[in-house]
């Protein structure tokens, strides 16, 4: 396997490669473990088979983390099929730009390797091999009080777009980095409860973009600017 990034999670070395089919057994069956060690199963939307099977073949990227021979983390971009649900329309993205969108799709890590920051270096390490020349944006989404993985997306650069129901029914924050620019300045700032939807709805209606989260009194808020 080629070794596109080194590291040590501790005393342990690992290292990350680039995930392909053959690979499939061993991610399912790492997202299968994820998933049961998991308290609040609702902050996971586990792919099917069909889905990585679809990333695998061409349509995105998958990097794994790896000690000795055991897969014990993985990242995955996906390029989307353009339907009624894609993340564009939620950021304001041209139609005809949509081929450029990337999603940040799910990110996994054992159990027994939590507390090193691996999400956050397979992040720095999927986001430095993006095709710059074929892709302009990144897209995802993240259900409010899922903390690490908000917190992951904003020390990424990545901003909310929009608070709606995605997925049939569920509550989501969409994130969004146009990967050509720099973020703009901002004047205005208000910080509002992560729990207090309408207001969230509100500002981004009135152009306000979410650009960080902090805790308080043991409850979190979000900053939006404009």
């Given at each position: 396997m080629e070794k596109i990034y080194e590291g040590m999670l501790g005393e342990?070395?690992?290292?990350?490669?680039?995930?392909?089919?053959?690979?499939?057994?061993?991610?399912e069956k790492l997202q299968l473990e994820v998933y049961e060690y998991l308290a609040d199963k609702s902050i996971l939307q586990p792919l099917s088979t069909e889905e990585f099977d679809y990333i695998l073949s061409g349509n995105g990227m998958m990097i794994g983390a790896y000690v000795g021979d055991e897969l014990m983390?993985?990242?995955?971009?996906l390029n989307p099929p353009?339907?009624?649900?894609?993340?564009?329309?939620?950021?304001?993205?041209?139609?005809?730009?949509?081929h450029k969108v990337l999603y940040q799709e799910i990110s996994n890590v054992s159990p027994t390797y939590?507390?090193?920051?691996?999400?956050?270096?397979?992040?720095?390490?999927?986001?430095?091999?993006?095709?710059?020349?074929?892709y302009d944006y990144v897209c995802s989404t993240v259900k409010p009080y899922n903390i690490p993985s908000l917190k992951d997306k904003f020390s990424q650069g990545l901003v909310v777009?929009?608070?709606?129901?995605k997925y049939?029914?569920?509550?989501?924050?969409?994130f969004y980095k146009d990967l050509r620019q720099e973020q703009?300045?901002?004047?205005?700032?208000?910080?509002i409860s992560m729990g207090d939807t309408v207001g969230q709805q509100q500002l981004l209606k009135q152009g306000y973009t979410g650009t960080s989260m902090y805790e308080d009194q043991g409850d979190w808020f979000v900053v939006y600017e404009k």
């Open positions: 342990t070395p690992f290292f990350v490669t680039t995930l392909n089919l053959q690979h499939l057994q061993e991610i983390a993985f990242r995955a971009l353009v339907d009624d649900e894609h993340l564009g329309y939620d950021c304001g993205i041209a139609e005809e730009e949509f939590r507390g090193y920051g691996l999400q956050k270096t397979l992040a720095q390490v999927i986001m430095g091999h993006i095709d710059l020349k074929k777009k929009g608070l709606k129901i049939v029914d569920k509550l989501r924050y969409i703009s300045a901002f004047t205005e700032k208000k910080s």
